[in-house]
T-cell receptor, first 113, second 113 residues
């Protein structure tokens, strides 16, 4: 099925470990985004990529890096995980027309102990 | 400062009645307003949007109303069905900002049979 695929779905890390969250979309969308959702809160933007080859910081970028590998793939890296990064991470993509909204992946539930 | 606010964390309605979910915003530069629906353990799915130049948009059982002077929008669901039980997020975006959206904290809607 067409959409946004995130891997892994679940991950437990120890403080200080690193990992990369993968995201791929097959809808030929130009823009891609990484959000995090903490309990009882909305989604906060970590990084986004308006088009292939560009990336920009969002609201909460500290502790993260991203790579827009090609038009399809946008990865999020935690270099040294901290308990404050325990969250659910969502990748999304969109067309230029914002009225069409985002297509989200199913999320990665990350726990840092 | 939270730019998009959903002041009601939860709402409970009877099946067949109207559900009204509310959202307030502070940034007058927002061009689009969107509603997403989220089931547990899934990513949000786009529901309906409205441009800032309109005051109403309708799609089946879902209608969004925008009051720009009050910086307020609402989502009406008529008639409500048990399958509508989910968390609803309000979001807003600017045309000039690569489509990145700012989300509210969500309202959990429960529709009772």
């Amino acid at each position: 099925n067409a959409g946004v695929t995130q891997t892994p779905k679940f991950q437990v890390l120890k403080t200080g470990q690193s990992m990369t969250l993968q995201c791929a979309q097959d809808m030929n969308h130009n823009s891609m985004y990484w959000y995090r959702q903490d309990p009882g809160m909305g989604l906060r933007l970590i990084y986004y990529s308006a088009s292939e080859g560009t990336t920009d910081k969002g609201e909460v970028p500290n502790g993260y890096n991203v790579s827009r590998l090609n038009k399809r793939e946008f990865s999020l890296r935690l270099e040294s995980a901290a308990p404050s990064q325990t969250s659910v991470y969502f990748c999304a993509s969109s067309e230029v027309r914002q009225s069409w909204g985002y297509t989200f992946g199913s999320g990665t539930r990350l726990t840092v102990v | 400062d939270q730019q998009v606010k959903q002041n009601s964390p939860s709402l409970s309605v009877q099946e067949g009645r109207i559900s009204i979910l509310n959202c307030d915003y502070t940034n007058s530069m927002f061009d689009y307003f969107l509603w997403y629906k989220k089931y547990p353990a899934e990513g949000p799915t786009f529901l309906i949007s409205i441009s800032s130049i309109k005051d109403k948009n309708e799609d089946g059982r879902f209608t969004v109303f925008l009051n720009k002077s009050a910086k307020h929008l609402s989502l009406h669901i008529v008639p409500s069905q048990p399958g509508d039980s989910a968390v609803y997020f309000c979001a807003a975006s600017e045309d000039t900002n690569a489509g990145k959206s700012t989300f509210g904290d969500g309202t959990t809607l429960t529709v009772k049979p």
